[in-house]
């Protein structure tokens, strides 16, 4: 796909308008009583009107139809979203699961992850998520994204993320499949970089925005809109297509991202730094510096410290770690963790290298060393103690149970005359 255009920037003050219609855009005011090209006013709010400027998101949308055209929205019985968690018994034991989360989006604090695998573009069709955020992952297969700000394309290791609210549809180009990552009562940000300085992790200018464009198209046959509402499927009817945006302006929009734009910061002298330093997002809670989500990547890097063991520590954490592999082999486990995958580290349950992964690192050279070349693998971390679904559990061939088998070759290296 090419010819698309995108703004650079995250969280900016953006403003766009089709080159069809110039100068759609008002002038020196949002709602003025005609609107240029006889479109109608709507603001999109990402955030309560009383937010301070700096937390403040909303976008103004200048279209040919308002959204409230639609027929009365009627439950949808179609997937396997959920938000569940009592469904089944939790279990803490490490495993490779494919859906998971904690809260629910009616108290508006929680996180759902998703797996997706599609093989049909949505046609006379969109979603949007009335719960929250979706930072989606793709690992297979590029989507084109057709938003009611303008179109992006996405492709594996790349993301995007479409806020609380904005509709959109999906074209796929074959079989394609990823992750997502929803997020209730909080949007992503950038992490603060602290004494790492003014610069550094995923910049900035590197989010991109796509630019206005719309299709003044009716839909006889009827256009469906989806409505992810408490954690169900709801459809309503109406007779044209919702990408009417011919202008807009704000600081609420899509965006995407590609992870080879990441400036990773590692350790040059000695130890392990913790993964937080990979931190692309984060979707922050009211305690200071602990986050309803982080999304974390471990990108392609050199490895230059001395006297340490390189690969991730062995670790228990008040955390909840969603391991996910978009291509290549993870560093601490190689085998059986494959691309499309997940792995999930249970609040204060033990993980890390296996045992092969141990031994050899144990007894490197310690040289510099190029660290995941080929491969990109992400972790979504939560304060929240997850629950895997039963879809997740129990469905064939979806977990596996002998996960634990790759520590039980470790051994014991205690020696107590060591000097």
């Not at 955020?133 to 994204?145: E, M, N, R, T």
């Not at 169900?232 to 590609?258: C, E, I, M, R």
């Not at 992870?259 to 130890?271: G, P």
Request: glycine share 10%; aromatic share 12%; with cysteine.
């Amino acid at each position: 796909m090419t010819g698309l255009q995108y703004m650079s920037g995250f969280g900016n003050e953006h403003a766009s308008e089709d080159p069809r219609c110039p100068g759609a855009l008002p002038e020196g005011q949002n709602n003025p009583q005609v609107c240029p090209y006889g479109l109608y006013a709507e603001q999109l709010s990402g955030s309560a009107f009383t937010c301070p400027r700096a937390t403040n998101r909303r976008s103004w949308l200048y279209r040919i139809l308002p959204s409230v055209c639609h027929k009365p929205f009627k439950p949808l019985e179609e997937g396997h979203l959920t938000h569940d968690w009592d469904e089944i018994e939790p279990d803490p034991n490490q495993g490779l699961h494919t859906l998971c989360g904690a809260g629910e989006p009616r108290g508006r604090n929680g996180i759902a992850v998703h797996i997706f695998v599609c093989n049909t573009s949505m046609t006379d069709r969109c979603l949007y998520n009335s719960d929250g955020d979706f930072l989606i992952v793709p690992q297979q297969g590029k989507l084109l994204i057709t938003t009611e700000f303008g179109k992006m394309l996405v492709e594996p290791n790349e993301i995007c993320v479409i806020q609380q609210g904005m509709r959109f549809s999906v074209e796929v180009f074959g079989e394609s499949r990823g992750y997502i990552l929803e997020v209730y009562g909080a949007h992503f940000e950038l992490p603060d970089l602290g004494p790492i300085g003014a610069n550094g992790l995923a910049n900035p200018r590197d989010f991109l925005v796509p630019v206005a464009w719309y299709e003044d198209r009716q839909v006889p046959g009827g256009y469906t809109v989806i409505s992810k509402y408490q954690g169900k499927l709801f459809a309503a009817q109406q007779d044209y297509s919702p990408y009417n945006v011919v202008a807009w302006h704000g600081n609420y929009t899509p965006y995407k991202y590609h992870l080879e734009k990441f400036m990773v910061i590692n350790a040059v002298a000695f130890d392990h730094a913790d993964p937080s330093i990979f931190t692309v997002l984060t979707a922050k809670t009211t305690r200071a510096g602990v986050a309803l989500a982080d999304f974390v990547i471990f990108p392609p890097r050199w490895g230059v410290a001395n006297n340490t063991f390189r690969p991730p520590y062995y670790h228990r954490n008040c955390m909840s770690e969603f391991m996910g592999l978009i291509k290549g082999h993870y560093e601490a486990k190689e085998e059986g963790f494959q691309p499309g995958g997940g792995s999930l580290h249970s609040m204060m349950t033990p993980h890390g290298p296996d045992a092969d992964c141990f031994e050899k690192a144990s007894k490197a050279k310690l040289e510099p060393e190029r660290v995941a070349d080929g491969t990109m693998a992400f972790m979504f971390e939560s304060s929240l103690s997850l629950a895997v679904t039963k879809w997740g559990l129990q469905t064939s061939n979806r977990l596996d149970k002998n996960y634990y088998k790759c520590w039980e070759p470790l051994k014991s290296h205690f020696n107590p005359k060591y000097k």
